[in-house]
Nanobody, 123 residues
């Protein structure tokens, strides 16, 4: 599947951003979807995931209560609403499609990746 992420930018601490990811190329509704992020010199880390029908959602601990992942299987999109952003959220964010309906946090279980979108939070 091809993934196109958008919505990154520069914001001040406490402000929101909404990331969007558009998918194409195969049946979107059978794939778990998620978001990861990466900063220079560090490994890509899990942020959030949603199962193929949207019934199961997981978040990384530091974003729980601030970020919300959602998907629209009629539009082949997955979104990440990020509220109360902090400087520690600064990273390149990647949209990803999993190899199964119910994804895991393990980066190896994700088969397709978008190009990444930069999120910068200033203090």
């Amino acid at each position: 599947v091809q993934l196109q992420a958008s919505g990154g930018g520069l914001v001040q601490t406490g402000y929101p951003l909404r990331l969007a990811c558009a998918a194409s190329g195969r049946t979107f509704s059978v794939d778990g979807m998620g978001w990861f992020r990466q900063t220079p010199g560090k490994e890509r880390e899990f942020v959030a995931a949603i199962s193929c029908a949207g019934g199961h959602i997981e978040y990384e601990g530091s974003v729980k209560g601030r970020f919300t992942i959602s998907r629209d299987n009629t539009k082949n999109t997955v979104n990440l609403q990020m509220n109360s952003l902090r400087p520690g959220d600064t990273a390149v964010y990647y949209c990803a499609a999993a190899t199964s309906c119910l994804p895991t946090r393990d980066v190896r279980s994700w088969s397709d990746w978008g190009q990444g979108t930069q999120v910068t939070v200033s203090s």
